[in-house]
């Protein structure tokens, strides 16, 4: 194989992708890990006698076989104390339920099951450590918040549940020793170039040795822009016997050992005057990190806190974030990695400011969130907002939602007896950071070939890499083609991931056409090529607003979203079609976050949600339709004037979702919910509310 070619979406639709799983290897032998039953505690046998000799066993390894393997980087967007171990195979003691402990290679799948069942694994359980601390940052603006001296305080706390990224394909490497002494691995991942830097780093082997592919992508979420303990050991494995090698996560093992995300707690207190105004705002996170951490372990936990106070002017701030370890998986970035969290506290807090002054949902947001004309604007913690019209998309939501109408009825209904309510939230996305990079070549026979650092999961890459490629070059789309995801072939990138690859990779594709055009304009004959590298001045910061109108059946608690609006700004559309589907994705799974999905560990952190008979996930019936409607703030960040979209839905619809809720059951006195809004957790809340009446 030379190059990598990927499936359009309509391709991946009709079942026609072609996944790690599906990489041929002749002689490949088949990874099945032995993990941890236990949270906590040291190993005290580890018997492979049995399992060596079962039929199909090629070899089995234990944790001193890969002990000499480096560490993973982990990003230090906030500064860590020490990092936490990374161990492909448990070295003498477990740290969590799903840790690798054993790793059986097998010549089939079942045979190193059967292999692995025969392992004699004692663990001496310990009660797990206290959760330590792994990394602390704050930031103050302003006169240090004194809510008491404010006329008017509320406060706010949310709890974020572990949630599962879900991605359809799971987890899956695959790795074939090359002659040379290097090696090409097939990795299911958003960052092939960061898989090939970290594996040349672990395994102590030159960079220039690794070639990593990612074939087409079933999905990822933030999920897969790191490796594994089982990623690393499975190429490990593959250099040390000189066979193919090949792990593929059970769904299972993506509850048990895939990173999940969320599981922050945010808390905090806002003061403002009694004109609605708001004066202060101190707020802080407590983010869990699992028991090790992947690339991108601490970026929940920073983005949940720099994003304060979001869309809003508040003078004075006091924000801390406090990411810790825990004796359960690991957590990392999942589709909004943090923003979900910044959004969520913020527009508890902010509903509640309207109940305590009075005001309109829309309006207590309308007089405080920073103008169009302050634009671009320095938030307290020193995030440059690049640009929007957050007050017209607050009026536009009002006009397309109909929510005077709305509210007047939901009143209607109130009177007659009926839970009904409907939920307000506001939210930003940041997004576009860093760089990326794209070679464009314009061949004799007029077809351009554009091979990018970035990669793709199903996101119509190509249509909207070869639209800008299009428009720039004056050539018809059908000429160009678009290929990424191999180290080999593609200029070395970033990746897919944190809704960055329409503003930076495309903005590399349109700026290397940009410099061919005016080659060709000027007289250069074909072919001719170009490598760029794009760099953002800063971030692009897309937002919007959700409006939710749900009803709660009293007797069983069961909520019905009636009807959901959102209004959008994506700065310049490039692909509609791709934009559309990009929120409908993130509505659905912010809708699961809201309603339905939460990871449970008991006390002696046992994964009691180990599969989709647990799990509750959204299917499509489940998820409400949603209207949306568009507005178009160029970014100033980018030549495309585009900002990201990939996280827009799981951002902003939850807390529109929660404030339904809370709308809804507000007549009752209830003014807090936790998410996600079960039916039993909603009767619960009714029901309290009885009894508590019935006391009185
Ligand atoms: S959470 Mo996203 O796939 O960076």
């Known amino acids: 194989m030379t190059q990598t070619s990927h499936h359009d979406t309509a391709a991946l639709l009709r079942g ?38 079962m039929p199909g066993v090629v070899a089995v390894h234990t944790g001193a076989d890969v002990a000499h393997l480096g560490c993973l980087e982990v990003n230090g967007v906030i500064p860590y104390d020490s990092p936490l171990a990374f161990e492909c195979l448990a070295q003498g003691r477990v740290q969590a339920v799903g840790q690798p402990v054993a790793a059986v290679l097998a010549t089939s799948r079942s045979a190193g099951l059967d292999g692995a069942e025969t392992i004699w694994l004692d663990i001496d359980s310990s009660d797990p450590p206290a959760p330590a601390r792994v990394a602390t940052q704050s930031w103050q603006a302003g006169d240090a918040p004194k809510e008491a001296s404010a006329p008017i305080t509320v406060s706010a706390t949310v709890n974020h549940p572990r949630l599962v990224p879900l991605s359809m394909e799971p987890r899956a490497i695959a790795a074939r020793p090359e002659p040379d002494g290097g090696v090409t691995v097939w990795h299911s991942t958003q960052t092939p170039h960061r898989s090939r830097t970290q594996l040349a780093h672990i395994l102590g082997l030159d960079a220039g040795l690794i070639r990593v592919i990612a074939p087409d992508v079933g999905g990822a979420f933030g999920l897969k822009a790191s490796l594994y303990p089982e990623e690393v050991f499975t190429v490990w494995a593959a250099l040390h016997h000189g066979r193919p090698m090949r792990w593929s996560a059970t769904r299972s093992e993506e509850f048990l050992s895939g990173t999940h995300g969320r599981g922050l707690t945010t808390s905090g207190r806002l003061g403002l005057d009694a004109n609605g105004r708001f004066i202060s705002l101190s707020a802080e996170a407590r983010a869990p990190v699992g028991h090790w951490m992947p690339n991108s372990g601490l970026i929940p936990a920073w983005n949940a806190t720099r994003v304060w106070p979001g869309p809003y002017l508040v003078p004075a701030v006091d924000i801390s974030t406090t990411a810790y370890s825990e004796n359960r998986a690991a957590t990392g970035i999942y589709r909004g990695a943090g923003r979900p969290e910044a959004a969520a506290l913020m527009e508890r807090l902010v509903d509640k400011a309207g109940r305590a002054t009075g005001l309109d949902p829309f309006e207590i947001r309308l007089r405080n969130l920073v103008p169009a004309s302050a634009m671009p604007f320095e938030t307290p913690t020193g995030q440059i907002l690049d640009s929007g019209d957050y007050a017209g998309a607050l009026d536009a939501l009002r006009r397309v939602s109909g929510y005077d109408a709305r509210r ?30 794209a070679r464009v070549t314009w061949n004799v026979d007029g077809t351009v070939q554009i091979d990018s650092g970035s990669s793709a999961q199903g996101q119509a890459r190509m249509r909207s890499y070869a639209t800008i490629a299009a428009q720039a070059l004056g050539l018809p789309a059908q000429n160009i083609s678009v290929r990424y995801g191999d180290t080999k072939t593609c ?20 700026e290397a056409c940009q410099i061919l055009k005016s080659k060709r304009d000027a007289g250069a004959d074909l072919p001719l090529s170009h490598d760029m590298t794009f760099k953002t001045k800063g971030q692009a910061w897309g937002y919007g607003c959700y409006l939710v109108q749900m009803a709660v059946d009293a007797d069983t608690g069961t909520p019905t979203i009636e009807a959901a609006f959102c209004v959008d700004d994506t700065g310049t559309v490039i692909d509609q079609q791709a934009v559309t589907d990009q929120i409908l994705g993130g509505f659905a799974q912010g809708f699961g976050e809201a309603m339905m999905e939460a990871v449970r560990y008991d006390t002696d952190g046992q994964i009691l949600t180990a599969s989709l008979m647990d799990y509750a996930a959204p299917r499509a019936s489940d998820v409400p339709s949603l209207s949306i409607a568009k507005m178009q703030t160029p970014s100033p960040m980018n030549p495309l004037g585009a900002k990201g979209v990939g996280e827009a839905g799981t951002i902003g619809a939850p807390p529109a979702i929660l404030n339904a809720a809370i709308d809804a059951l507000a007549p009752l006195g209830i003014t807090d919910l936790d998410m996600p809004l079960s039916p039993h957790r909603l009767w619960q809340a009714i029901h309290d509310c009885e009894s508590r009446k019935a006391e009185l």
């Open 16 to 53: 026609e992708g072609r996944f790690c799983d599906d990489i041929a290897l002749p002689g490949c032998l088949s990874v099945t890990f032995l993990r941890s039953d236990s949270a906590a505690g040291d190993i005290d046998t580890l018997d492979i006698s049995e399992a060596v000799d």
């Open 408 to 437: 007047a009825e939901v009143n209607a209904r109130r009177e007659q007896g009926e839970l009904a309510g409907l939920g307000l939230a506001f939210y930003l996305e940041p997004s576009g950071e860093g760089w990326e990079t």
């Open 491 to 510: 200029p070395e990138g970033i990746g897919a991931l944190a809704s960055r690859s329409t503003a930076i990779g495309g903005s590399a594709v349109f």
